[in-house]
């Protein structure tokens, strides 16, 4: 088994639904185009006010990917 080292990136996802929306939007947008994307780590989770309610949930978080050898 090789050493594995891992890249961290910052991903903002956003949804009007809810929190677990924006982090599977964030995901799948990612997992799209980014190769061993392993994990993901919620940092802040965040959302805009309208009208009394809650409009819209944005989460920011870390995702890691492993690097190829």
Known sequence: MSNQVYKVVELVGS???SVTKAIDNAIA???ATIRHLGWFEVVQVRGQV???KVGQYQVTMKAG???ED
């Open 15 to 17: 949804s009007e639904e």
């Open 29 to 31: 947008k990612a997992a």
């Open 50 to 52: 309208a009208d009394g």
């Open 65 to 67: 990917f492993r690097l």
